[in-house]
């Protein structure tokens, strides 16, 4: 990893204050321009103190504890900071803030010494805190002696602002330029022209307020009457859109918290949010009041003249559940009318889509899982140029990834004619492709906050750009332009390329619903001209699918250290042992005595044995396409992951361990270990410990277990 300089923090001070410089001082008031004239005047080692105490956690600091030895006579520099009001002395009021920055220990001795308080060592510092907080006399203990090393803060709220002006979030602080140059954090290309994040002082100050109150509201405890204050003020309409997404996000959270204990209250704040989630909060809320024609009107409303989709699929929805009307939507027709079912092995119940894109490419069917990352990794890396360097507000700072345009999606109105000329691209696959590769050639790696990069990516692409209508691809690029926030996710799970003709899959397995922007989104794909159907999946025993079961012989019980030295598989398919594969392997390592004992496997066998990355290509091959069987299957396919490590390559297979699956099917037996198993069903078990003949005891038990699973799913289906 990077190495820092002594004080890459006052390098990053000053990066961050060049920029509001630059930028940012017609956002700035009377206060807190003085701010910036007093740091400027500071000297280096005072400046050095300050910036190390702005990047301390907390607005209350013992000065007792800032110790770097980089800056010269920290105490002094502190007095000096104390001296021009920077930092000041703890006062009685700031007993609150002053409380949470002691330790457990320092809250006890509080307790007992200063204000003779009845506690619970065992109590949590939580606890300890709500103790002295509330007790008549906390107030004094700012004039203990504990207390007076305490220094605060006294530019909190003007550095906020700051951080607020740069980042356009609250949880940003400069650690995220040492994050930057330590190479842990990547941001924009330093070539990008940066803007201000706000025209106006009143839009910039707007913004903060509201984030500064959503993050009351999410993360601290607010009392009801502060709720109720902030409620009743009058609502003004936001100006400008990071003040409106602030606003929005408030008003939402503010309405959900004041439903609880004033539903008038709450439901008027959820009517000030344009959000979708708060609007159908809103009609749920007040129709739960009994105003039932009032939200009919209001949904009928929505469903004539709302452009949010996602708005009006709920509103379709609610409609038919509530008022019993019988307004099935276009989409819910073709989408149930183009469903298919798919029987699959229970092997895949965990992943489901993995089992239908292998049912596919069993059958020389083109199958690719690429869920949202196809069409957001084609908008992206399509309009790049337009996002992020033709457009002037794009980036406020390099710590942004996604450009202005499409955090506030704004991207048609502030782009469309440039996008309209680039879109008559697409209708030449090969060019397209080709525009493609050179813009990722270009920005590979570079943070957008729309895809991530990877190797197969362009591969992807293209396979979809050349099988898809060009037509199709268009009319869905420009409708993400116009209503980006809608359409960046609910993309169904797998693409699907046969015979030539593209279709899009939603795999959903048993008891699973589609979400509500699962069906916004699959209905605009359809809208732009594209195939979209949903995938239903059963379980069942697939008789097509291979099994290999597995079991390796070791030099001992755990993996940490240990080798294999041999191992037994057994191909089953359709219940039939179809073949078979075993070798002896050199673990590199001495076997103990006790395990020669246990096993019959001696140093003297192995010493001529392969080792196990002169077998693994044709092992592979054996067990390619089947699922990991073993009885304790993460022993044996724990040995195979670490012998696979050791290789650098990768090991991934679908697993199933037949002692699980026999206590499931064969419940109340006294013992599930594979000698005792072979005894009760009567298996032949002629050398135990040795890994063919367990391997081939194991896979009679995952016969015996895969009969009763199908009987079971036969007895469901009649």
Partial sequence: MRELPSKYYLSHFQEFMAYLKQYCLGLLTTEQLAFIQQVDALEHDTLCMLVRV?????????????????????????????????????????????????????????????????????????????TASEHPLANTLVSSAAAKPYIVKGFVE???????????????GLDKFSMRDLGVLKTRNSSDVLVARFSHACQAQEAYNYAQKLQVIKHQVTNSMQLIEWAQAEYLAPQGETANR???????????????????????????????????????????????????????????????ASLCAFAEDFYQRKFQQAKLSKLTQILRQS??????????????????????????????????????????????????????????CEFDRRPASVRENRVYATLGPLLETKLALLNEPDKAISYLAKVAARYYGQPNGMFRWHS????????????????????????????????????????????????????????????????????????????VGICRVSWAINPEQAYVVIDVETTGGKTAGHRITEIGAVKVVNGRVVDTWSSLINPQRHIPKFITQLTGISNEMVSDAPLFCEVVDRLEAFMQGSVFVAHNVNFDYGFFKLEYERLGRPFSMPKLCTVRE?????????????????????????????????????????????????????????
């Fill in 54 to 130: 702005i990047n301390r956690k907390g607005t209350v600091l013992d000065r007792n504890k800032l110790s770097y030895t980089e800056i010269l006579n920290v105490q002094q520099q502190i007095d000096t900071l104390l001296k021009v009001q920077l930092l000041r002395p703890l006062q009685t009021a700031d007993y609150l803030i002053w409380l949470p920055s002691l330790s457990k220990i320092q809250l006890i001795d509080l307790l007992k010494h200063q204000l003779n308080a009845e506690y619970s060592a065992s109590s949590s510092k939580t606890q300890l805190l709500l």
């Fill in 339 to 396: 469903t298919q079912q798919i029987w699959l092995d229970e092997i895949f119940r965990d992943s489901p889509e993995k089992g239908v894109k292998a049912h596919y490419q069993q059958r020389q069917i083109i199958a690719i899982r690429t869920e949202n990352r196809l069409f957001n990794a084609l908008f992206a890396l399509f309009f790049w140029p337009e996002l992020f360097h033709k457009d002037e507000q794009a980036i406020a």
């Fill in 662 to 718: 026999t206590r499931k099917y064969f419940p109340g037996l006294t013992s599930y270990s594979l000698g005792k198993l072979c005894r009760e069903f009567d298996i032949e078990l002629t050398s135990h410990h040795r890994a063919l003949c367990d391997a081939k005891a194991a896979a009679q038990l995952l016969i015996m277990v895969n009969n009763c699973k199908q009987q079971v799913g036969e007895e469901l289906r009649n």
């Fill in 456 to 531: 197969k990516l362009l591969l992807i692409l293209k396979q979809f750009l050349m099988s898809a209508p060009p037509q199709a691809v268009i009319r869905h690029l420009r409708a993400m332009t116009k209503n980006y926030h809608d359409l960046r996710d609910g993309y169904p799970d797998l693409m699907i390329i046969e015979d030539g003709k593209l279709r899009f899959e939603e795999v959903k397995a048993q008891g699973d619903v589609i979400r509500p922007n699962q069906l916004v989104t699959m209905e605009a794909l359809q809208n732009a001209g594209f195939d």
């Fill in 246 to 308: 602030y606003a929005n996000e408030y008003y939402y959270e503010l309405g959900k918290q004041l439903i609880k204990s004033n539903v008038q209250l709450g439901l008027t704040c959820l009517s000030y949010s344009q959000l979708a989630k708060a609007q159908q909060k809103y009609l749920r809320e007040k129709y739960k009041t009994g105003a039932k024609e009032e939200v009919k009107a209001e949904l009928e409303v929505i469903l004539l003249h709302s452009k949010d």
């Fill in 158 to 172: 003007i550095w906020q602002y700051l951080l607020f002006l740069y980042f356009g979030e609250l949880n940003s």
